[in-house]
Protein backbone atom coordinates (compact mmCIF):
# COMPACT_ATOMS: atom_id res chain seq x y z
CA UNK A 1 0.00 0.00 0.00
CA UNK A 2 1.36 3.14 -0.98
CA UNK A 3 0.50 6.02 1.16
CA UNK A 4 0.39 9.82 0.10
CA UNK A 5 -0.10 12.45 2.64
CA UNK A 6 -1.44 15.96 1.39
CA UNK A 7 -2.98 19.08 3.19
CA UNK A 8 -4.99 20.03 0.33
CA UNK A 9 -7.66 17.61 -1.76
CA UNK A 10 -8.09 17.83 -5.44
CA UNK A 11 -11.04 19.93 -7.13
CA UNK A 12 -12.90 16.64 -8.31
CA UNK A 13 -12.08 14.79 -5.12
CA UNK A 14 -13.82 17.65 -3.54
CA UNK A 15 -16.77 17.38 -6.00
CA UNK A 16 -17.57 14.41 -5.47
CA UNK A 17 -17.05 13.93 -1.70
CA UNK A 18 -19.79 17.28 -1.25
CA UNK A 19 -22.09 15.65 -3.81
CA UNK A 20 -22.56 12.15 -1.63
CA UNK A 21 -25.29 12.70 1.04
CA UNK A 22 -23.65 10.20 3.17
CA UNK A 23 -25.74 11.13 6.26
CA UNK A 24 -23.80 11.18 9.82
CA UNK A 25 -19.76 10.82 9.29
CA UNK A 26 -17.27 10.42 11.33
CA UNK A 27 -13.65 11.84 9.46
CA UNK A 28 -10.62 9.90 10.59
CA UNK A 29 -7.39 12.56 10.78
CA UNK A 30 -4.38 11.05 10.76
CA UNK A 31 -2.02 14.06 10.87
CA UNK A 32 1.66 14.50 10.23
CA UNK A 33 3.84 17.72 11.36
CA UNK A 34 6.45 19.70 10.02
CA UNK A 35 9.15 20.35 12.71
CA UNK A 36 8.76 23.80 12.69
CA UNK A 37 5.40 25.83 11.42
CA UNK A 38 5.62 27.98 8.30
CA UNK A 39 3.53 31.12 8.46
CA UNK A 40 3.28 32.97 5.03
CA UNK A 41 3.99 35.95 6.65
CA UNK A 42 6.98 34.20 8.86
CA UNK A 43 5.83 34.52 12.21
CA UNK A 44 6.63 31.99 15.33
CA UNK A 45 9.83 30.85 13.32
CA UNK A 46 10.47 28.66 16.60
CA UNK A 47 7.55 27.23 16.94
CA UNK A 48 6.68 23.54 16.30
CA UNK A 49 4.35 22.35 14.10
CA UNK A 50 2.52 20.49 16.24
CA UNK A 51 2.01 23.63 18.91
CA UNK A 52 0.64 25.55 15.45
CA UNK A 53 -1.42 22.61 14.78
CA UNK A 54 -2.63 22.61 18.49
CA UNK A 55 -3.76 26.31 17.73
CA UNK A 56 -6.17 25.23 15.17
CA UNK A 57 -7.12 22.35 17.17
CA UNK A 58 -8.47 24.81 20.04
CA UNK A 59 -10.25 27.05 17.52
CA UNK A 60 -11.56 24.28 15.17
CA UNK A 61 -14.25 23.04 18.21
CA UNK A 62 -16.62 26.02 17.68
CA UNK A 63 -16.57 26.12 13.98
CA UNK A 64 -17.15 22.14 14.82
CA UNK A 65 -20.13 22.81 17.34
CA UNK A 66 -21.71 25.44 15.00
CA UNK A 67 -22.61 23.44 12.64
CA UNK A 68 -23.84 20.39 14.91
CA UNK A 69 -20.30 18.03 14.86
CA UNK A 70 -18.28 18.00 17.90
CA UNK A 71 -15.11 15.81 18.47
CA UNK A 72 -15.23 12.74 19.22
CA UNK A 73 -10.89 11.71 19.83
CA UNK A 74 -7.63 13.71 19.43
CA UNK A 75 -4.19 12.40 20.82
CA UNK A 76 -1.16 11.43 19.66
CA UNK A 77 -0.04 7.91 18.09
CA UNK A 78 2.12 6.53 20.85
CA UNK A 79 2.94 3.12 19.04
CA UNK A 80 1.37 0.64 16.39
CA UNK A 81 0.61 -3.12 16.83
CA UNK A 82 -0.17 -4.32 13.14
CA UNK A 83 0.93 -3.04 9.50
CA UNK A 84 4.00 -1.00 8.80
CA UNK A 85 4.17 2.76 7.44
CA UNK A 86 7.64 4.19 6.39
CA UNK A 87 6.68 7.23 8.86
CA UNK A 88 4.26 6.92 11.61
CA UNK A 89 1.51 9.79 11.64
CA UNK A 90 2.41 11.82 14.48
CA UNK A 91 -1.36 12.05 15.66
CA UNK A 92 -5.26 11.04 15.31
CA UNK A 93 -8.01 13.22 15.42
CA UNK A 94 -11.99 12.03 15.05
CA UNK A 95 -14.41 14.73 14.11
CA UNK A 96 -18.15 13.39 13.93
CA UNK A 97 -20.61 15.62 11.32
CA UNK A 98 -23.97 15.70 11.15
CA UNK A 99 -23.39 14.72 6.65
CA UNK A 100 -20.97 15.93 4.58
CA UNK A 101 -22.49 19.49 3.86
CA UNK A 102 -22.17 20.51 7.59
CA UNK A 103 -18.92 20.23 6.78
CA UNK A 104 -18.62 22.02 3.52
CA UNK A 105 -20.54 24.20 5.46
CA UNK A 106 -17.77 24.87 8.10
CA UNK A 107 -14.82 24.96 6.36
CA UNK A 108 -16.46 27.81 4.07
CA UNK A 109 -17.38 29.84 7.27
CA UNK A 110 -15.57 32.82 7.76
CA UNK A 111 -14.29 31.74 11.09
CA UNK A 112 -12.86 28.23 9.77
CA UNK A 113 -11.45 30.56 7.28
CA UNK A 114 -9.36 32.44 9.78
CA UNK A 115 -8.19 29.38 11.72
CA UNK A 116 -6.38 27.87 9.02
CA UNK A 117 -4.00 29.66 8.27
CA UNK A 118 -2.47 27.08 11.82
CA UNK A 119 -3.60 24.32 9.89
CA UNK A 120 -1.72 24.89 6.80
CA UNK A 121 1.16 26.04 8.76
CA UNK A 122 1.70 22.89 11.38
CA UNK A 123 0.48 20.11 8.59
CA UNK A 124 3.74 18.39 6.60
CA UNK A 125 -0.07 16.06 5.70
CA UNK A 126 -2.64 14.14 6.59
CA UNK A 127 -5.13 11.46 5.48
CA UNK A 128 -9.04 12.22 5.61
CA UNK A 129 -11.40 8.89 5.79
CA UNK A 130 -14.52 9.33 5.95
CA UNK A 131 -16.58 6.85 7.59
CA UNK A 132 -20.36 5.97 8.07
CA UNK A 133 -21.05 7.09 12.06
CA UNK A 134 -24.46 6.74 13.66
CA UNK A 135 -26.68 9.35 14.47
Not at 28 to 41: C, E, H, I
Request: one cysteine or more.
Amino acid sequence: MQVTNETSPRPEVVQAFFADDHGPMVMVNLLKFKDKATYPDGRDPELSGRDAYHRYGQAVVACLQSVGGHVVYSGPVTGMLLGQVEDQWDAVALAWYPSPQAMLQMVASPEYQAIEIHRYAGLAGQLNIRTKAEK
